[in-house]
Each structure stands twice: as C-alpha cells, then as structure tokens.
T-cell receptor, first 118, second 109 residues
Framework: GAVVSQHPSRVICKSGTSVKIECRSL??????MFWYRQFPKQSLMLMAT?????????EQGVEKDKFLINHASLTLSTLTVTSAHPEDSSFYIC??????????????FGPGTRLTVL | GQSLEQPSEVTAVEGAIVQINCTYQ??????LSWYQQHDGGAPTFLSY????GLEETGRFSSFLSRSDSYGYLLLQELQMKDSASYFC??????????FGTGTRLTVIP
C-alpha cells in the first residue's frame, strides 16, 4: 500500500483562528489527493479533491473560501481551515490515489488530524 | 445521488465468521471498496471489487453483485482485534470515494 502522513495529528485552537493541516504522500507522487471530514460516530464525507497544479474541486456544501486547499507539489497537499469555529471541530483525513493496473485504483488514508476549536 | 446502507452494529464471537452487508444506489461507479477503521484511527484499505464475484484476501473476502446493487465483507476466524468500524464505499468516476454509513463490529470472547 501507499504511505500518507498528516501533520499535526491533533490541534486545539481558539475560535476565529486559522489552522493549516499538511498531507504528504511519502512513497510516490500523487497528482490527486482527497480531503475528508468525519464527525464522531459518523461516516467519512468527501470535502474536496486536490489536484496538483490546479484548483481543488469542492463537494457541494463545502465552502471553498473557508477550507483552502493547496496542492503545490506532487507530494504535499495542505488544507487550511480559515476563521475556525467550534462547529468545524472534526477529524480531518486526507488520502492519496494509487493507480494500479487494470481496475484496482485504491485510496490510502493518512492518520488524520483531530481539530478542536474552542 | 448516491447512497449506501449498512447495518449499524454487528456482534460476533471470536473465531466465528461474520458477514457485513452493503446495499447501494448509484447511477454509476467503478467498484466497491471496503475499509476498516479503529476508534481514533484512519481508515485502512481492506478490499476492492471492480467486477462481480468474490475477492479473497487472507481472512477477509468481499463480494459484489452489480445486478443486485449489493455487496458484502466476510471476515473469517474472527479475532478480538477485528473489533472496529467497517465501511463500504463506492469508487466513482472522479476517482473519489463515497462512504457508506458504517458498521460497528464487536467481537466477544
């Protein structure tokens, strides 16, 4: 499988501040990475698709000006939660896409970042 | 839109076999993936079915029937460490994943 890292693993911030989360693809170059959000005891919800060298594609209902995504290199995508509020507290997880031969493209997930906004 | 339904909770005995079902509605997809997630952790890839039929990977097997809009994950020789949440997910045209509601599996001695 592919290896994905995230930093930080946990962050606590005050309401109104901005938080940047880094997602790195460690063992291969990922032209496409994904950002998900998961609230307690709920499923993962796709927020956006991050494409290297171009603008991210956001899912319906996700504010692109609030959740800024930058994919400046083939191994790094960042998610910045701007002006965070308590309702943004969640588990943020990124993934990369490993393209295999045939029909076996697979997403591998990072360890996640738990954001708590006070 | 898309939707995937799974049982919310399943309990099984250590050493036994358990099947977690997933029914879905979608206008099109490439395949059905299965992920395991322990509390506080990230999802771990288990299995992927692009075609109908059974895929076997060690103690885990996954099945897909496109005509029935149905799939399942089969876990054999259950171990206590298998207690976790299991998600089915549709792998779509934009290479993204749409996750099911998740099934919390509890393995008891």
């Amino acid at each position: 499988g592919a290896v994905v890292s995230q930093h930080p693993s946990r962050v606590i911030c005050k309401s109104g501040t901005s938080v940047k989360i880094e997602c790195r693809s460690l063992d291969f170059q990922a032209t496409t990475m994904f950002w998900y959000r998961q609230f307690p005891k709920q499923s993962l919800m796709l927020m956006a698709t991050s494409n290297e060298g171009s603008k991210a594609t956001y899912e319906q209902g996700v504010e692109k000006d609030k959740f800024l995504i930058n994919h400046a290199s083939l191994t790094l995508s960042t998610l910045t939660v701007t002006s965070a509020h308590p309702e943004d507290s969640s588990f943020y997880i990124c993934s990369n896409l490993l393209r295999n031969r045939g029909y076996t493209d697979t997403q591998y997930f990072g360890p996640g970042t738990r954001l708590t906004v006070l | 839109g898309q939707s995937l339904e799974q049982p919310s909770e399943v309990t099984a005995v250590e050493g036994a076999i358990v099947q977690i079902n997933c029914t879905y509605q979608t206008s099109g997809f490439y395949g059905l993936s299965w992920y395991q997630q322990h509390d506080g952790g990230a999802p771990t890839f288990l299995s992927y079915n692009a075609l109908d039929g059974l895929e076997e990977t060690g103690r885990f097997s996954s099945f897909l029937s496109r005509s029935d809009s149905y799939g399942y994950l089969l876990l054999q020789e259950l171990q206590m460490k298998d207690s976790a949440s299991y998600f089915c997910a549709l792998f779509g045209g934009a290479n993204n994943l749409f996750f099911g509601t998740g099934t919390r599996l509890t393995v008891i001695p």
